[in-house]
């Protein structure tokens, strides 16, 4: 559906980005992750025909977005960084006007606006004017902007950036269920919303792509140890002894709350010894489960090549388990 073939850009003698190369799959969620200035909008100015490619090639829905950008810019909606309405239009006004541009079919347009308008939950401001519309509306004004014509294919570059949580978590859904009938590839600083909303996420760091992969499979690929958390409900003071002692077991950290981080070698198995060693030293095994890498370690480990911060501070629970927003925001 979205394929980039070696897209580079240059702003004067700095690259902007340099040889990104991937695809979208139709249907799939794709996250575009990486910090300030990586190169997300460029990439995605380019995919939507607003910015040239310095060189390389890109498709959409099949269309070289160079050679044949009105059939490519058919096939997407795009919502910008910085979404410019008309603020003069009240929103139901705003919507037609575009559904117009897009050309769909003049009597179905009060349908597509009412669509849109319910999708992104801005039904209730539909007879107010944009100018007077706060910053989460307005973003949601620009998701059913680009959303209005139901293209196939979906850029969204930061598509919750202005919202409070509440409304994150209602655009995060809107956004999960586009997942089949579209194919949407979304940029973010938030990395649990990678994590709950994408199939799969590209990496980028400094206009090069890092990683492009499932969560599990990156986390897979960069663990270089098997961790097992393990909860107590007495501390017995040789406990982190004994347990380093087990065969295969690496270190014992603390990870508060009477918790304790047990690393074991690369595919060495040792819940089992883990249990026996607690419950013969009188310690009440409370809870035992292996730790998965968060995103947030993943990222740290792919842009930084450093690993991430010791367990004892909580940095090894994983992404699923932490409140949202917990990740680095802009
Ligand atoms: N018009 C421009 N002129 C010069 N340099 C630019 C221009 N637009 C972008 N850049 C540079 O290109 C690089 C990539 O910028 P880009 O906006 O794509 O990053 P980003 O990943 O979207 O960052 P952010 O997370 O802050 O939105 C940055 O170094 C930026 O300064
Ligand atoms: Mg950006």
């Given at each position: 559906?979205?394929?980039?073939?070696?897209?580079?850009?240059?702003?004067?003698?700095?690259?902007?980005?340099?040889?990104?190369?991937?695809?979208?799959?139709?249907?799939?969620?794709?996250?575009?992750?990486?910090?300030?200035?990586?190169?997300?909008?460029?990439?995605?100015?380019?995919?939507?025909?607003?910015?040239?490619?310095?060189s390389g090639r890109a498709t959409v829905a099949g269309y070289d977005v160079v050679e044949r950008p009105l059939d490519a810019k058919r096939h997407l909606g795009y919502l910008p960084e910085v979404?410019?309405l008309y603020d003069d239009f009240t929103t139901r006004e705003y919507l037609a006007f575009v559904a117009r541009l897009k050309q769909v079919e003049r009597r179905r347009i009060p349908d597509a606006?009412?669509?849109?308008?319910?999708?992104?939950?801005?039904?209730?401001?539909?007879?107010?004017?944009?100018?007077?519309?706060?910053?989460?509306?307005?973003?949601?004004?620009?998701?059913?902007?680009?959303?209005?014509?139901?293209?196939?294919?979906?850029?969204?570059?930061?598509?919750?950036?202005?919202?409070?949580?509440?409304?994150?978590?209602?655009?995060?859904?809107?956004?999960?269920?586009?997942?089949?009938?579209?194919?949407?590839?979304?940029?973010?600083?938030?990395?649990?919303?990678?994590?709950?909303?994408?199939?799969?996420?590209?990496?980028?760091?400094?206009?090069?792509?890092?990683?492009?992969?499932?969560?599990?499979?990156?986390?897979?690929?960069?663990?270089?140890?098997?961790?097992?958390?393990?909860?107590?409900?007495?501390?017995?003071?040789?406990?982190?002894?004994?347990?380093?002692?087990?065969?295969?077991?690496?270190?014992?950290?603390?990870?508060?709350?009477?918790?304790?981080?047990?690393?074991?070698?690369?595919?060495?198995?040792?819940?089992?010894?883990?249990?026996?060693?607690?419950?013969?030293?009188?310690?009440?095994?409370?809870?035992?489960?292996?730790?998965?890498?968060?995103?947030?370690?993943?990222?740290?480990?792919?842009?930084?090549?450093?690993?991430?911060?010791?367990?004892?501070?909580?940095?090894?629970?994983?992404?699923?388990?932490?409140?949202?927003?917990?990740?680095?925001?802009?």
């Open positions: 559906m979205i394929q980039a073939d070696s897209l580079s850009r240059s702003y004067g003698e700095r690259w902007a980005i340099r040889d990104v190369s991937f695809q979208a799959r139709e249907g799939e969620i794709l996250g575009f992750l990486g910090p300030n200035g990586a190169g997300k909008t460029t990439t995605m100015r380019i995919l939507t025909g607003f910015l040239a490619p310095t979404a410019p606006v009412d669509r849109a308008m319910t999708l992104c939950g801005v039904t209730d401001v539909a007879d107010r004017l944009v100018r007077n519309l706060s910053k989460g509306y307005r973003q949601r004004v620009g998701l059913a902007h680009a959303i209005v014509h139901d293209p196939p294919v979906l850029i969204l570059d930061e598509p919750t950036s202005a919202m409070d949580p509440r409304q994150i978590v209602e655009i995060r859904n809107v956004i999960k269920g586009l997942r089949g009938g579209h194919t949407v590839i979304l940029s973010t600083h938030i990395l649990p919303e990678a994590t709950a909303v994408c199939d799969r996420v590209i990496i980028i760091n400094d206009g090069t792509i890092v990683a492009v992969d499932t969560y599990e499979q990156l986390a897979a690929r960069l663990r270089n140890s098997e961790k097992t958390l393990v909860r107590i409900a007495r501390a017995a003071g040789e406990l982190a002894g004994r347990l380093g002692r087990i065969p295969g077991v690496l270190h014992v950290t603390p990870a508060g709350d009477g918790a304790l981080v047990v690393e074991a070698a690369l595919g060495q198995d040792v819940r089992e010894q883990v249990a026996r060693v607690v419950v013969e030293a009188g310690c009440g095994l409370l809870e035992l489960r292996p730790v998965a890498m968060s995103l947030e370690d993943v990222f740290l480990k792919l842009v930084t090549h450093e690993e991430p911060p010791a367990a004892a501070d909580g940095a090894d629970i994983p992404a699923r388990g932490r409140a949202p927003g917990t990740g680095t925001q802009a």
